[in-house]
């Protein structure tokens, strides 16, 4: 295995002063994750959201972002899953948004609702054919499966069911969480190991902008 202990980036790309920073941190993201999709990068608009159950057990796993807006940040997934279970019996998470070749980190924290059904419909429905059947089978998600052969039938089945031409309903058990964001981090890093970074908190109608020790 290689010697992880030596490995090491020196992060030279860019700075954040408090000047830079935009009065609203909906704002501020916005214009990150447009520099993410400009620059190209691989899915960056892909999360690693933590949750964590009612004893306090910790999970983390990816996502992708379908909204950012003043209602929240935005995802879709079953109800019924790991992250689902944790959410009806814990519902605040947090997000975390790693973009490496620009050396840039989100944090945004807060409470955690289900969107109205008709947007998870809307959405349901402009996902590709075997993305709707997809969630179809995967049910209950995160529950063990026999094997792949298992999924596969499910999926020939449902696909079966719902020929091409008719609508494929979305299940009951899937649809869209929104993170209410009470808490918001903007890291960049920096040479040495002195990054900068920018923590906003919710103070009234407004925000509080700390900068934090690196
Ligand atoms: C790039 C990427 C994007 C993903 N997007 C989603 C997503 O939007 N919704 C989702 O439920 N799972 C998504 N997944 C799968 C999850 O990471 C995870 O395996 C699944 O949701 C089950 O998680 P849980 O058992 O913690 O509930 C994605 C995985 C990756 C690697």
Not at 9 to 18: A, H, I, N, P
Not at 37 to 46: G, M, V
Not at 99 to 105: G, K, N
Not at 186 to 214: K, N, S
Request: hydrophobic share 40%.
């Amino acid at each position: 295995m290689t010697d992880l202990t030596s490995m090491r980036v020196s992060y030279t790309q860019g700075s954040l002063r408090r000047a830079d920073l935009k009065a609203d941190p909906l704002a501020q993201f916005q214009g990150w994750l447009e520099d993410a999709l400009r620059a190209d990068l691989p899915e960056p608009y892909a999360l690693q959201l933590a949750t964590a159950d009612a004893s306090g057990r910790p999970s983390v796993r990816t996502v992708l972002l379908r909204g950012a807006g003043p209602g929240g940040l935005s995802f879709y997934s079953n109800f019924e899953s790991h992250k689902g279970r944790d959410l009806a019996a814990n519902p605040q998470a947090e997000m975390i948004f790693y973009w490496a070749a620009l050396e840039r980190q989100v944090r945004a924290y807060g409470p955690v609702s289900r969107l109205p059904d008709s947007e998870a419909d809307a959405y349901f429905h402009v996902r590709p054919r075997d993305s709707q059947l997809a969630a179809h089978a995967s049910d209950p998600q995160s529950a063990p499966i026999a094997d792949r052969n298992a999924l596969e039938a499910k999926f020939a089945a449902l696909s079966a069911q719902y020929p091409e031409g008719t609508v494929i309903p979305r299940p009951a058990f899937w649809g869209g969480y929104r993170v209410q964001v009470q808490e918001w981090e903007f890291w960049q890093g920096r040479q040495g190991r002195m990054h900068d970074r920018f923590r906003y908190v919710r103070a009234g109608e407004g925000w509080q902008i700390d900068r934090l020790m690196p």
